[in-house]
Nanobody, 124 residues
């Protein structure tokens, strides 16, 4: 069993930065692919970024490439999402997800485990 708790969301002006964190419990964290997804008001949840178990392989949605960076620290059981040059369209609830899958599978199907999300609001 893995429990995920996100933090770091907030209100920021366009062009600003935020760093999200996802703290995981459970012994299997270091073996799982991890990912960030987001859901804007009135829209379906969408993939943002995923990272494989050792951080060597990452994937990003086209909309965030060059602006967001996903990373993980297995010693701290934590995955991060550094978000720079934020835009109003980045507004939404950001969710952390984990699963015993490859990066590609996690990106497509989401994980077995989800956090409750953290709100990110970007004002214009």
């Amino acid at each position: 069993q893995v429990q995920l708790v996100e933090s770091g969301g907030g209100l920021v002006q366009a062009g600003g930065s935020l760093r999200l964190s996802c703290a995981a419990s459970g012994r299997t964290f270091s073996t799982y692919a991890m990912g960030w997804f987001r859901q804007a008001p009135g829209k379906e949840r969408e993939f943002v970024a995923t990272i494989n178990w050792n951080g060597g392989i990452v994937y990003y949605a086209d909309s965030v490439k060059g602006r967001f960076t996903i990373s993980r620290d297995n010693a701290k059981n934590t995955v991060y999402l550094q978000m720079n040059s934020l835009k109003p369209e980045d507004t939404g609830v950001y969710y952390c997800s984990a699963g015993p899958y490859t990066n590609v599978m996690l990106r497509t199907r989401g994980g077995d485990y989800w956090g409750r999300g953290t709100q990110v609001t970007v004002s214009s």
